[in-house]
């Protein structure tokens, strides 16, 4: 099967029993028992829901892994991979991680012991000689947000492997239809399926995909004890969302590629971080390891009143936290997903307080081109 069609059917989602096209939403918490010496498939929810296994399945088959898991959100699923990680351990991580993650390896995890060393993952030196004795993982966002750097996925898990570490990669800002971590040497793919994978900004879920038995067993003895499950309604929402992932990416990367070209023609705008330019640093790189730019873009205007003002005035647009929906979503770092850290170390990064984030809508392109127009000459 292509991947588009495998979006439609790999879930096998006609119900055998009657042929509904629709995967039933089975909203039980427990199962009864026909046979008290032959216990049933299922038990209890948060071991396994006929519902969420749909999704899990056709999440580990499109990431072209051993098993899927579907969790409450992607922070439950990336603070449950992480949690299968000892105290004394290790963690090599990128230094512009989602800030969620950051809060949970620096607030959370280091309370128990699990030691993390944050570097620039777009240095392959970098990374290598961060390995020390007790490395046990190595955990990657490509590209990263708000700027999209890119890390060498092949490269980056030869060399965890030959120190015997987890290679787990955060694959929300490309979803499996433009990168394919495992089919890269990863070990450990982790979704916030809130964003692309869901699309319509109307659920909060993470997934997560192994790739090796022993690695799905781990994750699973986490799932069902520390119990973040996504519940039966959002398992639903979120398989019918991905059904359409691959005709939603194809127009936003379109637009996202018109919007980045109209940009950076502005004299108004200093720098426009986008993958599908030519002008975009790492770019190579990132077509080598996945099949599109996806719908993400960056840029800094010259001057923060500018910033102020287009902010204050894009019109058809959400300004708001989160990405990949079918509206566009404009967001202000400094002020929203980095206001935590503290402005000397956030410029440091290149977040300054003239960066926006837009995530590309579905919106008809002229429309939203006519929108930033009006908005940057108000
Ligand atoms: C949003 C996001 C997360 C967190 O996911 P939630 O569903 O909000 O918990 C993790 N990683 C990346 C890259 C994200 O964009």
Not at 256 to 278: F, I, M, N, P, S
């Amino acid at each position: 099967m292509n991947f588009g069609t495998k979006l439609i059917h790999a879930s096998g989602d006609i119900d055998p029993a009657t042929g509904s096209v629709s995967t039933p939403i089975y909203q039980t918490s427990t199962f009864h028992q026909f046979d008290i010496d032959n216990f049933g498939k299922y038990d209890y929810s948060r071991s396994g829901n006929p519902t969420r296994d749909v999704l899990e399945k056709l999440i580990a088959e499109l990431e072209g892994g051993e098993r899927g898991f579907a969790f409450a959100s992607g922070m439950a699923a990336i603070a449950s991979v992480l949690s299968i990680f000892s105290a004394g351990d290790h963690i090599i991580i990128c230094g512009d991680v989602y800030g969620g993650t950051y809060r949970a390896a620096t607030k959370l995890f280091s309370r128990f012991n699990i030691d993390f060393t944050f570097v620039d993952a777009s240095n392959i030196e970098e990374i290598r000689s961060a390995f020390k004795e007790n490395t046990r993982g190595l955990y990657l966002e490509t590209p990263s947000n708000p700027l999209l750097k890119v890390t060498d996925l092949r490269a980056a898990s030869r060399i965890a492997n030959e120190h015997n570490a987890i290679t787990i990669v955060d694959n929300t800002f490309m979803s499996p239809y433009l990168q394919r971590p495992l089919e890269l040497g990863a070990d450990i793919v982790v979704h916030s399926a809130t964003k692309f994978l869901g699309g319509h900004s109307d659920v909060l879920a993470g997934l997560v995909v192994t790739k090796t038995k022993e690695l799905s067993d781990r994750v699973y003895q986490v799932q069902n004890t520390f119990g973040a499950v996504l519940g039966p309604q959002d398992s639903w929402l979120l398989i019918r969302g991905i059904k359409t992932l691959k005709v939603r990416l194809d127009a936003l990367q379109k637009s996202a590629q018109k919007l980045a070209e109209w940009l950076e023609g502005r004299d108004e705008v200093e720098k426009v971080y986008y993958l599908g330019l030519e002008s975009m640093e790492g770019r190579e790189l990132h077509l080598e390891q996945a099949y599109g730019a996806g719908a993400v873009l960056s840029f800094k205007f010259k001057d923060i009143e500018r910033t102020t003002i287009f902010l204050n005035n894009v019109k058809n647009v959400a300004v708001a936290v989160s990405l990949g929906s079918v509206e566009t979503i404009v967001s202000y770092p400094a002020k929203m997903s980095h206001a935590a850290i503290p402005k000397e170390e956030r410029e440091q990064l290149g977040i300054t307080d003239t960066l926006i984030r837009v995530s590309v809508g579905l919106e008809d392109i002229d429309d939203l081109l006519g929108s930033f127009q009006e908005a940057i000459e108000k």
